[in-house]
């Protein structure tokens, strides 16, 4: 079980988290730029899609990240923070450590 200074510390570290994929979000989707110097329409056109594909696949998976974030912070409140969500064992420090926001204990990411 962890401690309560343990939980303030992921907690904290999760909210500032998913503040800067907030903020990478919104930057990422200002920084686009479709004005490349080419000369060809169709290569314009061309790499507009791949950018807003490019795009696309970053921010989902920014978004993903955000929605684990937010389930983490409401296991902290239901006091089910560092608990696998599989097989009901404890998420070692190690895994919350590098990823505060892992449901999964590492048996059960091996299996994944």
């Known amino acids: 079980m962890l401690t309560k200074e343990k939980l303030e510390h992921y907690k904290k570290r999760l909210e500032e988290d998913k503040k800067r994929l907030l903020e990478e ?3 990422d989707k200002d ?5 490349d110097d080419v000369s060809d329409p169709e290569d314009e056109e061309a790499d507009e899609t791949e950018e807003q594909g490019n795009q696309m696949g970053v921010e989902q998976v920014l978004k993903e990240r955000i929605t684990n974030i937010d389930l983490a912070l409401q296991k902290i409140g239901a006091g089910k923070y560092g608990i696998c969500a599989n097989c009901g064992s ?3 420090e190690k895994i919350l450590g590098a990823a505060p926001e892992s449901a999964l204990c590492e048996n059960c ?4």
């Open 25 to 27: 979000i919104k930057t």
């Open 31 to 35: 920084m686009v730029d479709f004005g």
């Open 90 to 92: 404890p998420i070692s």
């Open 109 to 112: 990411k091996k299996k994944a």
